[in-house]
């Protein structure tokens, strides 16, 4: 186990108490960007200072990702660790460092398929961390693309080395997910709202969203920047919540 999947491992492997003899069947997860990771913040959703934003590539580094059966509903509000009747850890994903712009046709990046206990997975569990090794090692995030505003475009590199934990309740979306069953076909997914990282113009300045989100002015000068993440809740399971803390 790497040091980067520690915390959370440990986590997840202390909320554990189902029992081995459960019925096993497939259980997928995937992470997504939506639209705005793989077509790019455009008009009328552009950045809330009003840059158009196309990505060639959204890097996020995954490390301790873990699904959980609850004997409550976990509320992400209220944050604190979930009541855990069986627990999962996709062991595939001890780090794991994906491009949310390269998809499958649903617009999704497959990460792992687990054997899971039969039953309704109601949280996630899950680190962005830096990357141990490659390219971009000692960065947990990376965005890089063009934006453009008023005629001007400028290329960008946007990195940060923070760790992000997150604590999720039920996926919120058109259909529920997470239910294993016998001959099912369950799959859970890692949302990132980019929107909470770079705002959006067309929901207007006084928005909490906007309010908190740091635009792209910022790094209007192009080239390589440093972004300050800590604070934002870019982590979602759907539009379900997640309780998040930095370190």
Same mark, same amino acid.
């Given at each position: 186990?790497?040091?980067?999947?520690?915390?959370?491992?440990?986590?997840?492997?202390?909320?554990?108490? %189902?029992?081995? #003899? #459960?019925?096993?069947?497939?259980?997928?997860? $995937?992470?997504?960007?939506?639209?705005?990771?793989?077509?790019?913040?455009?008009?009328?959703?552009?950045?809330?200072?009003?840059?158009?934003?196309?990505?060639?590539?959204? @890097? !996020? &580094?995954?490390?301790? !990702?873990? #699904? /959980?059966?609850?004997?409550?509903?976990?509320?992400?509000?209220?944050?604190?660790?979930?009541? =855990?009747?069986?627990?999962?850890? @996709?062991?595939?994903?001890?780090?794991? &460092?994906?491009?949310? &712009?390269?998809?499958?046709?649903?617009?999704?990046?497959? /990460?792992?398929?687990?054997?899971?206990p039969e039953g309704h997975y109601t949280a996630l569990v899950w680190s962005v961390v830096p990357a141990a090794s490659g390219d971009w090692a000692g960065k947990s995030m990376v965005l890089i693309g063009t934006a453009t505003r008023d005629g001007q475009s400028v290329? $960008? &590199?946007?990195?940060?080395?923070?760790?992000?934990?997150?604590?999720?309740?039920?996926?919120? %979306?058109?259909?529920?997910?997470? $239910? !294993?069953?016998?001959?099912?076909?369950?799959?859970?997914? /890692?949302t990132f709202h980019l929107d909470h990282v770079f705002g959006r113009y067309d929901k207007g300045a006084a928005d909490h969203m906007n309010v908190h989100?740091? %635009?792209?002015? =910022? $790094?209007?000068?192009?080239?390589?920047?440093?972004?300050?993440?800590?604070?934002?809740?870019?982590?979602?399971?759907?539009?379900?919540?997640? =309780?998040?803390?930095?370190?």
């Open positions: 186990m790497s040091l980067h999947c520690a915390h959370l491992c440990t986590l997840a492997a202390a909320l554990s108490i %189902g029992t081995a #003899a #459960a019925a096993e069947a497939p259980l997928q997860i $995937f992470a997504n960007g939506e639209a705005l990771a793989r077509d790019g913040f455009l008009a009328p959703e552009l950045t809330r200072d009003g840059w158009e934003l196309r990505f060639d590539h959204v @890097f !996020v &580094t995954l490390s301790g !990702v873990s #699904a /959980l059966q609850t004997d409550r509903p976990y509320d992400a509000h209220a944050g604190g660790k979930p009541s =855990a009747t069986q627990t999962v850890i @996709f062991d595939a994903i001890e780090q794991m &460092t994906i491009d949310l &712009t390269d998809t499958d046709a649903e617009g999704r990046v497959p /990460l792992a398929t687990t054997a899971a290329d $960008f &590199t946007l990195t940060s080395d923070a760790t992000h934990d997150y604590i999720c309740g039920e996926y919120v %979306g058109d259909t529920r997910k997470g $239910f !294993v069953t016998a001959g099912g076909d369950a799959d859970l997914e /890692l989100a740091l %635009g792209f002015d =910022a $790094f209007a000068t192009g080239g390589t920047h440093d972004m300050a993440l800590t604070g934002l809740h870019i982590g979602h399971v759907g539009e379900g919540h997640c =309780a998040v803390s930095y370190r």
